[in-house]
């Protein structure tokens, strides 16, 4: 029996979608233990999210709500997610973003232990859980056991489907916020640059449109007018990025975002492997390139060999074209 | 300013592709793939470096970078490579791989850390073998440390590090108070990413990390290395975290090439009916 504690991330006022798959996950696990899960959710404003997350069938969801928690520090998160996981839980899980991957390290090492991370399927076999992860830019899946009697892990978005809201009740406990970790008085908040964007968020938009180095300095007057008529992400390859044609936080791959839209547009992306991990998963893939043997289209559900700022200029007024039809 | 660089050699991530896994998936066989530092771990070296020097005279250090790993005999070649481009000494902390994962690296450099007393511990965010991303924060927790993960920016200021880091949708800035556990990301080792306070504000890196000239490489022979055995940091070797097996990634099938634009959005419509 495993009882599970999904670690909720929301981001002004709003349960960020990422949870919704730890959730998944921690239902699965749940169901295949006969154990069950519950949801803690910690910050400046996490009161506001308590009542949706009180939806999803959990057996309790835990607020903590305080003014030292206003701007996140790991060191003053990490103390509260530990406390709460004593209150006898087996496995603590978050989505295995730049939130879940900074903060859940500390919080294995606090409870000793062990950690595994990006998370694509789990199985209970003899009681014991096994967790399929990807390794070696995705080349390879390790399937693993952790050793320790807690596990934390962190899950991949888009391995896991969104759990939908059941429309329970759980009950709702406030707990109080547990003492920094030691360090926590030598590390001060100071600011957070987002990048404002009308669009929605990488990681959870379900249209991609990612360019790479061949777009240089056209990038976002090329890549805009795709993206805003299908109310896409815009995302980018490593290569895009080192040459500094597209910021790196747009960096789509195995060392920058994984996605796994409905449908991905490669755009002047040849398909070196270290991209490949990042975007496999989407449901339909888009290449154009002019390059035809370029490897994109050996992953690509639908090729177009031609000049791209010819092309994605003409795919704009046609998608215009069909949708005002 | 005194950092520790704990860096990994990793079988070469341009062919990763190349890895093969035997019927069974009991192991990876990595047999003919060549051995390459871990490249988040170059970028430690080179920001270490660039924290321990006034940029503009390179060669006078002023500061120590000490580098460590943790491996087999072989995996001196890759401190030798870092002791090249400018580190001042390695340790080898001997031990198989396989004997290895992140939690017990963690609990080996909180002991390391306590002998050496370095003012950071300076790490790649993640290894791209095993792709954890974890043990610079295991490693804060366990020596508790404040931390500022995958750093895109180091500002060195009066006892403190100013560290831009990459995070979903933006750029989260920490002031962390020496000692402290910094964590690397791509973008720091961009021309004006990094700057010690002996460097000029105005002065401008190379893109990228720094290579070895064939003197230093030579040089370096003579840098100072010591190998210690696993035990003499942690007395429990155990794992928590075992492999069982292995397996390829789902085979995804070419897909098919359109000829133009309109035949392209007739499909997205009509047959894969996604837009």
Redesign the interface.
């Known amino acids: 029996m495993a009882n599970v504690l999904v670690v909720a991330e929301f981001s002004e006022g709003k349960l960020k979608k990422t949870t919704h798959s730890a959730i998944t996950f921690a239902e699965t696990v749940a169901k295949g233990t006969n154990g069950s899960f519950s949801i803690l959710v910690l910050g400046g404003g996490a009161k506001a999210v308590s009542a949706e997350l009180a939806g999803f069938g959990a057996a309790k969801v835990f607020v903590a709500d305080d003014a030292s928690l206003a701007n ?4 003053r998160y ?1 103390p509260t997610v530990v406390a709460t996981a004593k209150k006898g839980f087996d496995v603590v899980v978050t989505a295995a ?3 879940g ?6 919080v ?3 409870l000793g ?6 998370i694509s399927f789990v199985k209970a076999e003899g009681g014991k859980l ?1 967790y399929k992860r ?15 009697p807690v596990q934390v892990v962190t899950v991949r978005q888009s391995e896991f489907a969104a759990a939908a809201p059941k429309g329970g009740n759980s009950p709702v406990e406030a707990v109080p916020v547990a003492p920094a ?4 008085d ?10 404002k ?1 009308e669009r929605p ?3 959870e938009a379900s ?1 991609v449109v990612s360019g790479g180095r061949a777009l240089k300095e056209r990038f976002k007057e090329v890549l805009d007018p795709l993206a805003d008529t ?1 109310s896409a992400a815009v995302g980018a390859s ?1 290569a895009a ?2 040459a500094g044609y597209a910021p ?2 747009l ?1 789509v791959g ?4 994984v996605v796994a839209p ?2 991905y547009f490669a755009i002047g992306i040849s398909g070196a ?2 991209h490949l991990a990042g975007m ?1 998963g989407s ?4 290449a154009i390139n002019k390059d ?1 043997e370029a490897p994109i ?10 000049d791209l700022f010819q ?1 994605v200029p ?2 704009v007024s ?2 215009k074209k ?1 949708k005002s039809a | 300013m005194k950092i520790l660089v704990p860096v990994k050699r990793v ?1 070469d ?2 062919n ?2 190349k ?1 093969k ?1 035997p019927a069974g998936g009991a192991k ?1 066989d990595t047999t003919g793939l060549e051995w390459k530092p871990n ?2 771990d170059e970028y430690a070296v080179e920001a270490a470096l660039r924290l321990t020097e006034n940029g503009a005279t390179p060669k006078a250090r002023g500061g120590e970078a000490i580098v460590v790993t943790f491996g087999p005999a072989d995996t001196v070649t890759t401190l030798r490579s870092a002791l090249a481009t400018g580190a001042d000494r390695a340790i080898r902390v001997d031990s198989a791989d396989e004997n290895l ?3 017990l690296i ?1 609990k080996s450099l909180k002991t390391l850390v306590e002998k050496e007393k370095p003012d950071l511990v300076l790490m790649g965010k993640q290894a ?23 750093a ?1 920016t180091i500002k060195e200021e009066d006892g403190s590090l ?1 560290v831009g ?13 020496l000692p ?1 556990v910094v964590t690397v ?3 720091i080792v961009a021309p004006t990413s990094v700057y010690s306070k002996q460097t000029a504000p105005t002065f401008k890196y190379n893109d990228g990390v720094r290579f070895a000239a064939l003197p230093a490489i030579m040089s370096a022979k003579k840098k100072p290395l010591v190998e210690m055995k696993l035990t003499d940091l942690v007395p429990d070797t ?12 789902p085979a ?1 099938k ?9 035949e ?2 007739d ?3 009509n047959e ?1 009916k ?2």
Do not use: H
């Not at chain 1, 990807?134 to 050793?147: I, K, L, Q, S």
């Not at chain 2, 880091?165 to 108070?177: I, M, S």
């Not at chain 2, 155990?238 to 397996?247: R, V």
């Open positions: 996140y520090v790991a060191e990490a973003g730049a939130y991957k900074d903060l859940m390290p500390r294995a090492a606090a232990a062990g950690y595994a991370t990006d096994q990807p390794m070696f830019a995705g080349n390879a899946y390790g399937w693993c056991e952790v050793t320790t970790s030691a360090g926590a030598r590390v001060t908040f100071v600011s957070l640059d987002q990048v964007n968020e990488l990681t249209v299908l490593r990025c080192d790196s936080d960096q195995q060392t920058g975002k409905k449908l492997i270290q496999k449901k339909v893939i888009v035809g289209f050996q992953v690509a559900d639908y090729g177009l060999v031609a092309a003409e795919l046609e998608i069909q | 079988s991530p341009d990763a592709n890895i896994i990876i490249p988040f994962d992140g939690t963690a791209v073998d095993g792709d954890s991303n974890q043990v610079g924060q295991m490693l804060a927790e366990l020596l508790g440390w404040p931390m500022a993960t995958f895109a100013l880091r990459e995070v979903d949708g933006g750029v989260l800035t920490l002031r962390v108070k402290a990301d791509l973008r155990g794992l928590s975290i075992k492999y069982l097996s292995f397996e390829p990634p995804r070419a897909g098919v090439k359109v000829k133009s634009v309109s392209l959005v499909k997205l419509v894969a996604v837009l």
